[in-house]
């Protein structure tokens, strides 16, 4: 079955700086789909940024971008000029576009505190 | 456009309580999904509503849960009898066709005492 890893449960960053969250996932398939979704305190989930696993370039979002690494099945995500609105639960998420794919995977979150 | 909707946000019931969550859905969106979260925890897959229909049930954790989509409109989840493990957060997401990015509700928070 397929996994996600987020082993962050917390991290802190400065307004204006850089921060990299991190993912692993497991998996025996080469076609599926990884996301970044961000939970605001009292909002809902909103994605954040999506790569096809096909795809080599690393998906960009202005100022969110993903480190995509395959045969590492590892899936970061780098939040650059951090903002307060930043602040949030960021959850790494998989599908697979063959199986199940009505399913996503998610990891147990990230929380990002943004420190003005 | 309006967006998912859940209610209520927050839950607080007794053990062996019944609890009923509702789900409406973005119009439109036939594809309905519930996902939970249990406190600290990775959000696991519940079950997938094609319209009216159960696509997917395979995450319901045993047959205290209920879900049902009248009309392939709205979605509840009954929890009956309520557990203490059954406390969390629980997310409704739709989508328009199956490969469409998820729009998620803010959730419902479950606690059981």
């Known amino acids: 079955a397929q996994t996600v890893t987020q082993s962050q449960p917390e991290m802190s960053v400065q307004e204006a700086e850089t921060v990299t969250l991190s993912c692993t996932y497991d998996?025996?398939?080469?076609?599926?789909?990884l996301f970044w979704y961000k939970q605001p305190p009292s909002r809902q989930m909103i994605l954040v940024i999506r790569q096809e696993a096909y795809k080599q370039q690393n998906a960009t979002e202005n100022r969110f971008s993903v480190n995509f690494q395959k045969a590492a099945k590892s899936f970061s995500l780098k939040i650059s000029d951090s903002q307060l609105g930043d602040a949030a639960m960021y959850f790494c998420?998989?599908?697979?576009?063959?199986?199940?794919?009505?399913?996503?995977?998610f990891g147990s979150g990230t929380k990002l505190n943004v420190k003005p | 456009e309006a967006g998912v909707t859940q209610f209520p946000s927050h839950s607080v019931i007794e053990k062996g309580q019944t609890v009923t969550l509702r789900c409406d859905p973005i119009s439109g969106h036939d594809n309905l999904y519930w996902y939970r979260r249990v406190m600290g925890k990775e959000i696991k897959f519940l079950l997938h509503?094609?319209?009216?229909?159960?696509?997917?049930e395979s995450g319901m954790p045993n047959n205290r849960f209920l879900a049902e989509r009248t009309g392939g409109t709205y979605s509840t989840l009954k929890v009956q009898p309520a557990e203490l493990e059954d406390s969390g957060v629980y997310f409704c997401?739709?989508?328009?066709?199956?490969?469409?990015?998820?729009?998620f509700g803010n959730g419902t928070r479950l606690t059981v005492t």
């Open positions: 509503f094609v319209k009216e229909s159960k696509q997917d």
């Open positions: 998420a998989y599908r697979s576009s063959k199986y199940n794919f009505n399913k996503f995977y």
């Open positions: 998996t025996s398939e080469s076609d599926y789909y």
């Open positions: 997401a739709s989508s328009l066709h199956r490969d469409s990015p998820l729009h």
